[in-house]
């Protein structure tokens, strides 16, 4: 099987040309035609001679995939479904909000974070993206150039594939690849720790990090890296992290009826994050099938939402979207896995 | 990588340690000892590593709270770089560990404990602890020779320790994974708690299924190997 140049990083190219007997700045070419230019084959390389591109079509393709399958919701909201070099599904969310479009990108196929309310962990583990399939996702989608935002909160825990992620971030950061700006970024995580600090260090792209409740004994039960890395160890980190004045952190919080939604959890979240500049996003939960957690209200989810602010924590409510297209991440692709398997 | 290294330098305190013993229990799969250095409560973790160049990576302790040594449990990940290297410990090299933390507890309360090939470490350690009483023990593996401290599980707990076993048959294990054992059995208490440990697929279709049986699901606790 060829190995793929879309993924491959600058030096990548550069001593993929040196091994070719190219000149070194072939290297940067490449970059070029992969990431800043709409073509799809080795041979649409006009600038490279007739001999590079046959030393190059030798030993490597392209490397850029359509997907298989795209649903659209009434609200514009779509999820494609992305066939992976592991014979897989991942799925990849586009959601239009006035001028903006924002890509939610899988890291993963699958996840072994086993959270209690996610239906990617349902599939398991079953293997990790590379940095070319990550980047990928919003290459091959229709949207691609209007695209305005990416957050890295689709299938898998982005930490638990950092070499990869670091890697997706620097070709859609780096002025030799897609040039984004970092702070359109946001890369979301349960908090792995080492991974976290790593991440922090080597990227500039904002930290989302799924709480869920303040409560050991509760996140315990519902996400099991609690055991591994508690959420208080995981808000200390970042409490000692400068983050300076444009970066970003949030956190992420699924209401649960009766289960995160008292009057006890706003008290506890306030003391836990006092002293962080952020933002905690409330999510209505969604259920998926075999998960005995329910949403609450909108009054309830609401006046959650004005009890903290008014504790000048700023919380807002995400809007619910695409929810006729199996919006619960994960169901997608285990329905064609099953399709296929069946 | 700069703060990593620095939180694998603060985090829980990594000290140094000497291997007191290490002994392959079953093919690839290792029980590697070090001096205990304070109380642990079984069921509790601790953080391994072999130098700071890596995080640590974090093992169940596999040995009972009063046994005077930290034992864990491991089996070797080709492509890891951790658990090759520590496969050729002998006793006197270094290593280096936090102390043992966590709340994944036992306690004497009557439970299910289910675990999956190297997932056994947390019960072994309860079990040695003196918690096995009004316990049930399932352990799922692929082949036979998983089944690892099967000989003395099976002498205290008898009919309250279960060996499902997937790929292979052996009169008093059930052949099947641990799933379709579950699914076979009826008997399954609601005030009961229920631990699960072991690989994510396991542990995610272990625990739906405990729901589907009307467990509710603040009586189960699940550690998963990440």
Known sequence: MKDQLFGKDLNELQEISLALGLPKFTGKQLADWLYKKEISSVDEMSNLSKSARELLNKKYEFGISAPSKVQVSLDGTKKYLFPTSQNKFIETAMIPDDDRKTVCVSTQVGCKMGCLFCMTGKQGFEGQLTAGEIVNQIRSIKEYGDVSNIVYMGMGEPFDNLDAVLKSLDILTSEWGYAMSPRRITVSSIGIIPAMLRFLNESEAHLAISLHTPFDEERRKLMPVQIAYPIADVVREIKGWDFGRQRRVSFEYILFKGLNDTPLHIRELVKLLSGIRCRINLIRFHPVPGTPLESPDEETINHFRDQLNDKDIIATVRASRGQDIYAACGLLSTKELVGKEG | ?226
């Open chain 2, 1 to 226: 990588m700069a703060k990593a290294e620095e939180y694998s330098r603060a985090d829980h305190e990594l000290f140094s340690v000497k291997v007191i013993d290490n002994v392959e229990i079953s093919a690839g799969v290792y029980l590697i000892s070090w001096k205990q250095n304070g109380a642990f409560i079984p069921g509790q973790v601790v953080k391994v590593a072999i130098d700071r160049l890596q995080p640590p990576r974090i093992y169940s302790v596999c040995c009972g709270n009063i046994d005077g040594k930290i034992n864990i449990l491991f089996n070797i990940k080709e492509d890891g770089y951790l658990t090759p290297k520590l496969a050729t410990a002998v006793p006197g090299d270094e290593l280096l560990v936090s102390q043992p933390y966590g709340s994944f507890h036992g306690d004497g309360s009557p439970a299910f404990w289910i675990a999956t090939g190297t997932g056994i470490a947390p019960f072994y350690s309860m079990f040695q602890s003196g918690l096995s009483d009004h316990k049930i023990l399932i352990h799922g593996a692929r082949y036979l020779n998983q089944f690892y401290f099967e000989e003395e599980l099976e002498w205290a707990m008898g009919k309250n320790y279960v060996r499902c076993c997937s790929l292979e048959t052996s009169c008093n294990v059930f052949h099947g994974r641990i799933t379709n054992y579950l699914l076979e059995a009826n008997h399954f208490p609601k005030d009961y708690k229920y631990y699960l440990c072991g690989k994510s697929l396991m542990v995610v279709e272990v625990r739906d299924l405990l729901i589907s049986k009307g467990i509710p699901y603040e009586n189960i606790f699940a550690e998963i190997y990440f």
